[in-house]
């Protein structure tokens, strides 16, 4: 049954307030800022269809937070407005129509273009150039006074400097937690196991009304100015933009982003800019505002209830929304590991619909005391991978706690858990499907052995036909396997086959990379191969030397020797190699490639591999191969029937070796194996 408009308003004030109290007094919302713009649209929407229902009580006629009685109250000499919000280009005209009409001109006019700040509005008096009271916003009337902590504000100047300032003058902005330093303060307090912050927003607020300043000293604020209240005996320009830079000039922080334009068009434009730019700012911001520059305009357009006509919030796209947490599945990924994957009621954050979010492992789940059924907020900041950021109290639901499986999800494996480790692994390696699967993906990815056509779909289709069990079987696939797959075809299943043929020149980083050895990505198989230059050197280093490799520390290289220790991985390592996977030799700096400056010639016929793979593996330990002998040539390798070749190698006394010593120095330097 709907509700009537009276009975919505009055549900809706209600929560409202409830929600003001969480955000403002207590730094600890209860609904995202996206959730609450809607509410407070929507009960305005309701007021203004039903007047009647009018009151000065509604949160839609006050400016936000009460005072805590904690701190002492602090009169505003003139009230501390809120700012009007447009949402989209065809709200922005109706407000530039708005101030035309109100102004009665059709002349366009400058306006000042600022990043709207996400953090706590405060107001700064400075007497005869010192500061002298500090207060938040309150409830636009009365704030609380916050001097000593915000004393401790390091970019906040207790003495001003400079000409003209006036004899008391009030200063406007915003103090907030700039991103980077309130990613490390939540880390470290995560580390302590204290109280996380939920957005830069409430650690701003929360820092900064402690009562023991203290405490305030220990967390990075930083100020930003954005505009004037009071001002007694002295004189200001007439530009909103220029008093900003008057501010500047006496050693107030002002942000780097504000713009001052002559026509309305230009604030679509600064509007993409900063939507663009929003993510490599030092604080958030949620909006831009656009305000009318001329001081005597602002004066003529004068206020509405709680804000400026000749102001108005651009506000972005919201990052984050709310949603319910469906249900947990378990991941079990390429290493192994079991990542808890949070199941949630479709939501449209950061640009796109969000059902699936990663909770990364079992502690981010106690530390965000998820239960299934909760109210969880979404992130989605630009490009980055949505993730849940906290939940949000709500009282009277059925929540079913969240079981973390004892056994692996897919092969019903035991589970092990490494001391000081979060992630809980499948230990069954590659004898479990799902790792199986993930481990020939990844060698057959672009970036590693790049076999095109090879995409997750036809890897899990061989797996589950039986056709492939691990990446060396790849190679032993034939066109007539394949044609009757699944969406498959003669084409497609030739193309397949040559694209496994076409990988198998590749190149050491790219081989090395292919393995998925854990830990180790793209640049550190290139800083690894440039360093060891052979695989038979790589596969023998011990930890040390291991660790003389760049970004390759103790944890990687102990993922890397235990890699090489094991006789499974040796053997696919073989079973590959002798597939005929081979690359060029890598230009060693120091020219210690093993033949280095040394010349082979092969003669007769080789029976356990070909000729052109002898040479490209001769060629590929630093060797030149050469058609015929001379007294320059090192070394002869004579397969059956060697003929003419062999006589000169023996009369020059040129050392010669058979097919099998060949296979051993390969062995030796870790390019084939025999049989
Ligand atoms: N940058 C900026 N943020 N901000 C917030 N300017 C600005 N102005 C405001 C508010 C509340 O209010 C005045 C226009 C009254």
Request: aromatic share 6%.
């Amino acid at each position: 049954m709907t509700q009537s408009p009276e009975n919505q308003i009055i549900n809706l004030r209600q929560a409202i307030n409830r929600y003001n109290t969480d955000y403002y007094t207590l730094d600890d919302p209860a609904i995202t800022d996206a959730e609450y713009d809607r509410k407070i649209r929507q009960l305005r929407q309701l007021e203004a269809d039903n007047p009647e229902f009018f009151s000065v009580d509604s949160p839609t006629q006050k400016v936000g937070g009460t005072v805590l009685n904690a701190f002492t109250k602090v009169k505003h000499e003139i009230p501390m407005l809120s700012l009007g919000n447009v949402y989209s280009a065809e709200e922005f005209d109706e407000f530039v129509t708005r101030l035309k009409n109100r102004l009665d001109t059709e002349d366009d006019f400058q306006f000042c273009m600022e990043p709207k700040l996400d953090g706590l509005a405060i107001s700064l008096i400075y007497e005869g150039g010192h500061l002298v009271t500090a207060a938040t916003r309150g409830d636009g009337a009365m704030g609380e006074d916050v001097t000593h902590n915000v004393k401790t504000i390091k970019n906040i100047p207790l003495i001003l400097k400079g000409e003209n300032i006036p004899e008391k003058i009030e200063i406007r902005g915003e103090v907030v937690m700039p991103l980077a330093d309130f990613n490390t303060y939540n880390k470290a307090a995560q580390k302590k196991g204290q109280k996380v912050f939920a957005n830069p927003r409430n650690a701003a607020a929360g820092s900064l009304r402690q009562l023991d300043s203290k405490i305030t000293a220990t967390r990075p604020l930083a100020f930003y100015c954005y505009g004037i209240g009071l001002i007694e005996n002295g004189k200001l320009t007439a530009s909103h933009y220029q008093r900003l830079m008057q501010l500047k000039a006496w050693g107030l922080p002002l942000s780097e982003e504000i713009e001052i334009h002559s026509s309305a068009q230009e604030c679509m434009l600064y509007y993409q800019s900063m939507l663009q730019k929003r993510d490599q700012l030092p604080y958030e911001i949620d909006g831009v505002v656009y305000k009318v520059d001329a001081i005597k305009l602002q004066d003529a357009l004068g206020f509405i209830s709680r804000a400026p006509r000749w102001a108005t919030a651009h506000k972005f796209p919201a990052q984050e929304e709310q949603a319910q947490l469906l249900n947990v599945e378990f991941q079990v990924g390429r290493t192994g590991a079991i990542t808890p994957v949070a199941i949630l009621e479709p939501v449209f954050v950061g640009g796109v619909t969000v059902s699936r979010a990663s909770l990364h492992n079992k502690d981010e789940i106690e530390r965000l005391g998820l239960k299934i059924g909760d109210t969880v907020v979404i992130r989605r900041a630009a490009d980055v991978i949505p993730q849940i950021t906290r939940r949000l109290a709500k009282k009277n639901q059925k929540l079913i706690q969240i079981v973390f499986p004892i056994r692996c999800p897919v092969c019903k494996s035991e589970l092990e858990q490494i001391e000081d480790e979060a992630t809980i692994r499948c230990s069954a390696g590659l004898f479990c499907g799902a790792q199986r699967k993930q481990a020939i993906q990844y060698f057959s990815s672009r970036k590693a052995m790049n076999i095109d056509g090879l995409g997750e779909k036809i890897v899990d289709l061989l797996v589950a036909e039986g056709l492939i069990n691990t990446a060396v079987d790849l190679y032993t696939l034939k066109t007539e396997q394949l044609v009757d797959l699944e969406r498959m075809g003669i084409k497609k299943a030739e193309n397949l086959i040559n694209a496994l043929s076409k990988s198998k020149q590749t190149t050491f980083a790219k081989f090395l990379l292919a393995l998925g050895i854990r830990e180790v990505g793209e640049a550190t198989a290139k800083s690894l191969t440039e360093h060891f230059l052979t695989l038979g050197r790589l596969k023998q280093a011990d930890l040390e030397s291991l660790q003389e490799v760049n970004d390759v520390g103790e944890v990687v290289a102990k993922h890397i020797h235990t890699f090489f220790r094991k006789t499974h991985n040796l053997d696919v390592i073989n079973a590959l190699l002798k597939v005929g996977i081979q690359w060029p030799a890598i230009e060693s700096k120091q020219h210690t490639l093993p033949l280095a400056t040394k010349t082979y010639v092969l003669t007769g016929s080789l029976v356990q591999m070909k000729r052109n793979e002898a040479k490209a593996a001769l060629e590929s330990l630093g060797a030149k191969v050469s058609g015929s002998v001379s007294a320059k040539t090192d070394c002869v390798v004579a397969g059956e029937s060697a003929g003419s070749k062999l006589g000169k190698a023996e009369k020059l006394g040129i050392p010669v070796i058979n097919e099998d010593e060949l296979l051993d120095l390969l062995e030796d330097e870790g390019l084939r194996v025999k049989g």
